[in-house]
């Protein structure tokens, strides 16, 4: 499980690239589904890992056809069972999740730029197109 507070997706307009920022509509932090591995590329072992996305649920649709897996509390138990080594086990969690349950708004597109790393890049702003 990977946790973030939330994630930026960008929708595509006449007037260029929108950014929104996604987040819980409770507030609460985010648990991606995620996979990792430790494999060994060189003298050291390197651990990795990557976030499983799926199609766009309603919420997310608008603004770009896929989305991460989002794991609420129901689903943790289960995601992390050691049991579960079998992937089979888990396809039913790898959705999308209800949209009643994500909140998306545009910000800034100062987001943009990676020297930007601060509160206001997911404050509310107009969108562009």
Not at 14 to 35: C, I, T
């Amino acid at each position: 499980m990977i946790p973030a507070n939330g994630f930026y997706e960008w929708k595509r307009t006449e007037h260029g690239k929108q950014p929104y920022y996604v987040y819980r509509a409770d507030g609460l932090p985010m648990w991606f589904a995620g996979v990792s591995d430790t494999w060994k590329g060189g003298e050291e072992p390197l651990t990795t890992c990557a976030i499983i996305t799926t199609e766009a649920n309603d919420t997310m649709r608008a603004i770009h056809n896929r989305m991460p897996v989002v794991l609420f509390e129901e689903h943790w138990d289960r995601w992390i069972a050691p049991e579960n080594q079998d992937t089979e086990s888990l396809r039913g969690l790898l959705k999308a999740c209800d949209p009643q349950r994500i909140k998306a708004h545009p910000v800034s597109r100062i987001v943009n730029t990676p020297m930007n790393d601060r509160e206001p890049l997911i404050e509310p702003v107009k969108a562009i197109g």
